[in-house]
């Protein structure tokens, strides 16, 4: 696995994002029209919103390199390791589709195929083994995610 090479474009996408603001923007015209289930507490909706994505983002390459080892741990690498290749390379390259996505508004589109991936993943290693392969149950944050990103592209 290359997570060094995510996290290097996670912190380019950091920088990006201070610079510019593009994702605070993009969020704050999402609020409105987020699906009622997603509830914010009263304040800075918005601030809540953008940590959310930045935290869902930087957790992807602990993400796969967790799921990783617990693989190779569990003597099933041969069969994890190629999900976890696909979204690390739609995480480095992404498709032509999402050309001209920057920072971390950008991001977000392949950090939910990350986040989607593992949990598939997850979902049959504990189908299979009685226990999951990552502690941390991602359902609601993808939820979120594919609000944000939305139906079209979350389902394509």
Same mark, same amino acid.
């Given at each position: *696995?290359?997570? $060094? ?13 201070? #610079?510019? %603001?593009? /994702?605070?923007?993009? !969020? ?5 029209? /987020?699906? #009622? ?9 918005? *601030?809540? *919103? ?8 930087? !957790?992807?390459?602990?993400? !796969? ?8 741990? $569990?003597?099933?690498? #041969? ?12 995480? !480095? ?9 920057? %920072? /971390?508004? %950008?991001?977000?589109?392949? $950090? ?31 939820? @979120?995610?594919?609000?944000? @990103? ?5 389902? #394509?």
């Amino acid at each position: *696995m290359n997570t $060094a090479a995510l996290r290097e474009q996670i912190s380019r996408a950091h920088q990006h994002e201070t #610079s510019t %603001g593009q /994702l605070a923007q993009q !969020l704050e015209k999402q609020l409105p029209h /987020l699906h #009622s289930a997603i509830s914010l507490a009263d304040g800075d909706r918005n *601030m809540v *919103m953008t940590r959310f994505v930045t935290a869902y983002i930087d !957790l992807v390459p602990d993400l !796969l390199d967790a799921a990783y080892d617990v693989a190779r741990e $569990a003597g099933i690498e #041969s069969q994890i390791k190629p999900v976890l290749k696909i979204a690390e390379h739609f995480f !480095l390259q992404p498709p032509a589709i999402l050309a001209g996505h920057e %920072g /971390l508004d %950008g991001l977000l589109d392949e $950090a939910y195929l990350a986040h989607r991936l593992v949990e598939e993943v997850n979902d049959l290693y504990i189908k299979h083994f009685g226990q999951p392969l990552i502690p941390a149950d991602t359902t609601v944050a993808n939820v @979120i995610a594919h609000q944000l @990103i939305g139906e079209d592209f979350a389902t #394509s």
